[in-house]
């Protein structure tokens, strides 16, 4: 099917044509965006909001302006680069919140990292036992990070789980435990 035969029955509507051109084009969409983000997965998240993009804007292909391979590789690029931008975005959110509850930690009697490993019994006050509500696999996680020192890759290590995991479980449970220390905070009026 020639190209712009592909393109009128795309822009008809024509799913089967949305179908040949995925055929045709999501292993370069997908080569592109692992290249891009380093990531299967993401790449794949990619390559599916593409041809949704692909499918919903059809109408605004212009064939003046290029090729209808090169209108999808660079709605693909474009997807994993601000894919890559927003999983920045969201790491340094999460860095900075992990910072926030490790001083408000620090400031309930959790020894810094500076000074060695800490023993969970080090824990005092409040924390411990918001600690103690955690899920095991997040509580684990926090203790290895903060109370043992060691680095996400070192928790995955020791967990023999993916980093992708360990970061998981480590920004859930610090969420709950922050929003736990800032309940029972505000409950009890403590400082």
């Known amino acids: 099917m020639s190209d712009r035969a592909?393109?009128?029955r795309l822009v008809a509507g024509d799913r089967r044509?949305?179908?040949a051109l995925y055929d045709e084009l999501a292993p370069r969409v997908y080569g592109l965006a692992r290249s891009i983000l380093r990531d299967?997965?993401?790449?794949?998240e990619v390559v599916s909001d593409t041809f949704v993009q692909v499918w919903r804007t059809a109408s605004s292909f212009d064939p003046a302006r290029g090729t209808l391979a090169a209108w999808v590789v660079a709605i693909g690029r474009s997807r994993a680069l601000d894919r890559r931008r927003s999983g920045r975005r969201r790491e340094k959110i999460r860095e900075r919140e992990e910072h926030e509850i490790a001083?408000?930690?620090m400031s309930e009697g959790v020894a810094s990292p500076s000074e060695g490993a800490v023993t969970r019994a080090a824990v005092s006050g409040r924390v411990g036992p918001a600690l103690a509500g955690l899920p095991p696999e997040q509580r684990r996680a926090i203790e290895l990070a903060y109370l043992g020192g060691l680095t996400h890759r070192e928790i995955a290590g020791a967990l023999d789980v993916p980093l992708g995991t360990v970061k998981t479980r480590i920004r859930s449970g610090m969420q709950t435990l922050r929003e736990r220390l800032v309940s029972d905070r505000e409950r009890t009026g403590a400082t």
């Open 6 to 8: 592909l393109e009128e």
């Open 17 to 19: 044509a949305l179908e």
């Open 40 to 44: 299967g997965r993401d790449a794949e």
């Open 103 to 105: 001083s408000f930690t």
